[in-house]
């Protein structure tokens, strides 16, 4: 049987699954590996099964040894990953594109919604008996969403789908891309514009680019100088796709409405003072977490590597230029 690791227990389907067909090690701890321990583990693997909190570079790839052919990331964002360094070693990478666009979408809803309405501040308040005076006419007014302008940085399938979920909120959609879609604005009446345009008209942005060298800081102290006082910033994306620290500033300093993160930048840290706003909305990089999405999500990568070990091209491959060696 091929050796398959993987670096954190899955949900007990995937677990069942792999074990039919593998020679299965796991993560015994509920953490993430340390370098050593990854290494360790990898060590004369065929395959693993990685996570985003898993770099995996070259120093890993010699640690695993020649008999390494797939890597397959249990995401779709796979900037824990060095391309270059796999396809190097001929080691195929893969992620999980697709089955987690409702949920991360949906859950970028709920942030929006949750901070444009003051959810969470609102049940806290409650919650800590402080409501006494019963309903009153300017007790936490929020914002509108109906109708508003949506904000969306990074056209791919995310950003698509939360797009068209806010088209049922007669959201006005605003999009800036390296591309355009012209279908996609057919569909969603959704207007193409510059980077600047999309940080002064929206009353809520929300990022969905891929964490890469030029979109790292993608939001930070300027851009933020741009935006609309009463403008919500949503992230489940990426945490360094926005600086934590200017985003701290800002939001201490009402330069904007508030915010609403799945993401951070040093996960699980926080930004000092970020718990303390009672503008912001964070949830754990949850955006996924959905029993049928993780479901889903480890069904393609155990998927890839079956096709892999049996000497079949993954659907799901991320450094392609692999597969032609
Ligand atoms: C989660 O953040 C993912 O990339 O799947
Ligand atoms: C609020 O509860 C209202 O009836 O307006």
């Not at 360790?40 to 052919?69: F, R, S, V, W």
């Not at 056209?155 to 797009?163: D, P, S, T």
């Not at 990426?238 to 609403?260: F, M, N, S, T, Y």
Request: contains cysteine.
């Amino acid at each position: 049987m091929k050796k398959v690791f993987i670096t954190r227990m899955l949900p007990q389907e995937n677990m069942e699954e792999l074990h039919r067909h593998f020679d299965v090690s796991v993560n015994p701890h509920d953490r993430p590996l340390t370098r050593d321990e990854l290494k360790n583990g990898i060590k004369d693997c065929d395959a693993a099964i990685t996570l985003l909190t898993d770099t995996i570079d070259g120093e890993i790839l010699d640690a695993a040894g020649h008999k390494l052919k797939i890597v397959a990331n249990y995401a779709v964002g796979y900037n824990n990953f060095d391309l270059k360094a796999a396809t190097m070693r001929g080691v195929i990478l893969t992620n999980t594109p697709g089955v987690l666009d409702d949920a991360t979408a949906d859950l970028s809803f709920a942030l929006l919604l949750a901070v444009a309405r003051r959810v969470v501040e609102a049940d806290l308040y409650l919650r800590n008996s402080k409501w006494k005076t019963g309903w009153a006419p300017t007790f936490f007014v929020g914002l509108d969403v109906t109708g508003k302008t949506l904000g969306i940085a990074g056209l791919g399938r995310i950003g698509k789908n939360l797009a068209r979920k806010a088209c049922g909120f007669d959201m006005r959609i605003l999009y800036s891309d390296m591309h355009r879609d012209e279908e996609f604005e057919r569909q969603t009446a959704a207007r193409h514009v510059s980077k600047e345009t999309l940080l002064k008209e929206s009353d809520f942005l929300s990022l969905h680019v891929p964490l890469l060298p030029e979109t790292r800081h993608y939001i930070g102290e300027t851009e933020l100088a741009l935006m609309k006082r009463t403008a919500v910033l949503i992230n489940a994306s990426r945490g360094p796709v926005v600086d934590e620290k200017a985003l701290v500033k800002a939001l201490k300093e009402r330069r904007i409405w508030g915010a609403g993160l799945d993401v951070f930048e040093n996960e699980p840290a926080l930004e000092p003072g970020l718990a303390e706003l009672d503008n912001v909305v964070i949830v754990p990089h949850i955006a996924s977490a959905t029993v049928v999405t993780r479901r889903a999500m480890g069904e393609i990568a155990i998927g890839n590597v079956i096709e892999v070990l049996n000497g079949r091209s993954p659907d799901t491959c991320v450094n392609p230029d692999v597969l032609q060696k």
